[in-house]
């Protein structure tokens, strides 16, 4: 109990600060609602990116280590580590597994302590253990080291998106988880092109490519986890660099149905009413198909673009252009549903065209336009994560956001779509190497996005 007190202040958030009488602050001001608004982007979004980058980055470097120095099989981590048959979707599978188990846990946990403590400590874990899985010796050690990163990572995502509840609005949270949704893009992006530099590293140091792949893809994460330990903004009232007034403008802003600091209870009315409501159930499930179809694509990738023809550097290379595209296509699009403040369609126009691109990969020979398929196929997945977290934060869900996010299945698609090239599957639903003859059994693993898109144009965005 000693010893709790003790380290109790270090993980808790950070006091809270003087805050204006709320008889002096002015909520129809706009024009100081919009400095409030910048200073809140300014200090808060990028944090949010960076870490959730990272995160990404050391999650998906398997499947850049996958196809690294591929023209060099003797250097390549499938042979090292025996990676073959299945054992490459098993090694991507286990990540979930703990994800899926401390996804919920971690996310309360997060109100228990603070957010900057709670993010920083996953960013940090992640980075080591990347770091450490340059060590690994064979297939049961990956399958450890790939564990403990699953472990390490669970409750980033869903953390995030409650920690913007206490800063935004709903009509806002689009714009913003487009911005946080856009690191996938750029970690995919910067993924390819980091891995093409570190391929000529194979060798040195009697490290092999993909081993400094590990190590330099998690030491940043280290590094800035440390920093945002004391650095990333915990609420509104405990934010420095606001005034007294701004903070209190920052608060009441968001209405009386808007989570507050401290607020750590559970009402189990509101987890009744939640499991119950169809609409919560609905965009569970539409949100496991979206999520399924983005996993399968970050992990798997590099190899249809090496699939395409492209081996070696010039293959990670290939990658980068489609995210960069995708980068574009999020931002833009949230920005346009939260000014037009509808969600359904843009989500039912995003999940069309993630169905069609994986019709052209199964049906079209051409690699220039299964290429441009690649691209289609990225943009919509990305843009449609940044729609779906921006529902539920109100009082209502709020308190139970992350009870939404662990039953919509954010980690669940992994166990699935990690196994798309397993067996007689790889021939069907891995786009890279697809049966022609039979190109409506691979759109299937898109189209369900597509019949039950059609009912959420009758829903609220």
Same mark, same amino acid.
């Given at each position: 109990?000693?010893?709790? %007190?003790?380290?109790?202040?270090?993980?808790?958030?950070?006091?809270?600060?003087?805050?204006?009488?709320? $008889?002096?602050?002015?909520?129809?001001?706009?024009?100081?609602?919009?400095?409030?608004?910048?200073?809140?982007?300014?200090? /808060?979004?990028?944090?949010?990116?960076?870490? =959730?980058?990272?995160?990404?980055?050391?999650?998906?470097? /398997?499947?850049?280590?996958?196809?690294?120095?591929?023209?060099? #099989?003797?250097?390549?981590? /499938?042979? !090292?580590?025996?990676?073959?048959?299945?054992? =490459?979707?098993?090694?991507?599978?286990?990540?979930?597994?703990? =994800?899926?188990?401390?996804?919920?846990?971690?996310?309360?946990?997060?109100?228990?302590?603070?957010?900057? @403590?709670?993010?920083?400590?996953?960013?940090?874990?992640?980075?080591?253990?990347?770091?450490?899985?340059?060590?690994?010796?064979?297939?049961?050690?990956?399958?450890?080291?790939?564990?403990? +990163?699953?472990?390490?990572?669970?409750?980033?995502?869903?953390?995030?998106?409650?920690?913007?509840?206490?800063?935004?609005?709903?009509?806002?949270?689009?714009?913003?988880?487009?911005?946080?949704? +856009?690191?996938?893009?750029?970690?995919?992006?910067?993924?390819?092109?980091?891995? +093409?530099?570190?391929?000529?590293?194979?060798?040195?140091? +009697?490290?092999?490519?993909?081993?400094?792949?590990?190590?330099?893809?998690? %030491?940043?994460?280290?590094?800035?986890?440390?920093?945002?330990?004391?650095?990333? &903004?915990?609420?509104?009232?405990?934010?420095?660099?606001?005034?007294?007034?701004?903070?209190?403008?920052?608060?009441?802003?968001?209405?009386?149905?808007? &989570? %507050?600091?401290?607020?750590?209870?559970?009402?189990?009315?509101?987890?009744?009413?939640?499991?119950? $409501?169809?609409?919560?159930?609905?965009?569970?499930?539409?949100?496991?198909?979206?999520?399924?179809?983005?996993?399968?694509?970050?992990?798997?990738? &590099?190899?249809?673009?090496?699939?395409?023809?492209?081996?070696?550097?010039?293959?990670?290379?290939?990658?980068?252009?489609?995210?960069?595209?995708?980068?574009?296509?999020?931002?833009?699009?949230?920005?346009?549903?939260?000014?037009? !403040?509808?969600?359904? @369609?843009?989500?039912?126009?995003?999940?069309?065209?993630?169905?069609?691109?994986?019709?052209?990969?199964?049906?079209?020979?051409?690699?220039?336009?299964?290429?441009?398929?690649?691209?289609?196929?990225?943009?919509?997945?990305?843009?449609?994560?940044?729609?779906?977290?921006?529902?539920?934060? $109100?009082?209502?869900?709020?308190?139970?956001?992350?009870?939404?996010?662990?039953?919509?299945?954010?980690?669940?698609?992994?166990?699935?779509?990690?196994?798309?090239?397993?067996?007689?599957?790889?021939?069907?639903?891995?786009?890279?190497?697809?049966?022609?003859?039979?190109?409506?059994?691979?759109?299937?693993?898109?189209? #369900?996005?597509?019949?039950?898109?059609?009912?959420?144009?009758?829903?609220?965005?």
């Amino acid at each position: 109990m000693g010893l709790w %007190t003790q380290i109790a202040p270090y993980l808790s958030a950070q006091p809270a600060l003087e805050m204006a009488d709320v $008889d002096k602050v002015d909520l129809n001001d706009r024009e100081f609602e919009k400095r409030v608004i910048r200073k809140q982007d300014m200090y /808060l979004l990028p944090w949010m990116c960076i870490t =959730y980058l990272l995160c990404y980055l050391n999650r998906i470097s /398997l499947g850049n280590a996958r196809t690294l120095n591929d023209n060099r #099989p003797e250097d390549n981590i /499938l042979k !090292q580590l025996e990676l073959s048959g299945s054992r =490459y979707s098993i090694v991507i599978a286990v990540f979930f597994v703990p =994800y899926v188990i401390f996804e919920f846990p971690g996310t309360l946990l997060m109100r228990h302590f603070s957010p900057s @403590k709670w993010i920083a400590r996953i960013v940090i874990s992640v980075g080591l253990v990347a770091m450490s899985t340059s060590a690994v010796s064979n297939f049961s050690t990956l399958l450890l080291a790939r564990f403990f +990163s699953g472990a390490a990572e669970a409750g980033f995502s869903s953390a995030v998106m409650m920690h913007l509840c206490f800063w935004y609005k709903p009509e806002e949270r689009a714009t913003r988880m487009a911005i946080f949704a +856009s690191s996938v893009a750029l970690a995919c992006a910067f993924g390819g092109l980091i891995a +093409s530099g570190i391929s000529f590293l194979n060798g040195f140091g +009697s490290l092999s490519g993909w081993q400094w792949l590990f190590i330099l893809e998690g %030491t940043p994460g280290v590094l800035v986890g440390l920093a945002a330990w004391f650095l990333l &903004p915990d609420y509104p009232q405990t934010a420095s660099w606001l005034t007294p007034e701004e903070r209190t403008f920052a608060v009441q802003r968001l209405g009386p149905c808007a &989570p %507050t600091m401290g607020d750590t209870t559970w009402d189990r009315e509101t987890v009744k009413k939640t499991l119950i $409501d169809p609409v919560f159930w609905l965009y569970s499930i539409q949100y496991f198909l979206m999520t399924n179809a983005l996993n399968a694509f970050g992990y798997f990738a &590099p190899s249809i673009v090496a699939n395409l023809g492209f081996s070696g550097s010039a293959g990670q290379l290939m990658t980068v252009p489609p995210n960069l595209f995708a980068l574009l296509v999020v931002v833009g699009a949230c920005i346009h549903s939260d000014r037009t !403040q509808e969600r359904s @369609k843009h989500i039912v126009c995003a999940l069309v065209f993630v169905a069609t691109g994986y019709l052209v990969l199964a049906s079209v020979k051409n690699w220039a336009v299964r290429y441009a398929a690649v691209c289609i196929i990225a943009s919509s997945n990305g843009y449609c994560q940044g729609l779906y977290g921006n529902r539920g934060c $109100d009082r209502r869900y709020g308190r139970h956001f992350q009870l939404r996010r662990h039953l919509g299945a954010i980690s669940v698609p992994g166990l699935v779509s990690s196994n798309v090239q397993h067996g007689k599957l790889d021939d069907i639903l891995f786009p890279g190497r697809v049966d022609f003859d039979d190109p409506v059994r691979v759109v299937s693993f898109g189209q #369900p996005q597509r019949i039950q898109a059609k009912y959420l144009c009758s829903l609220r965005g």
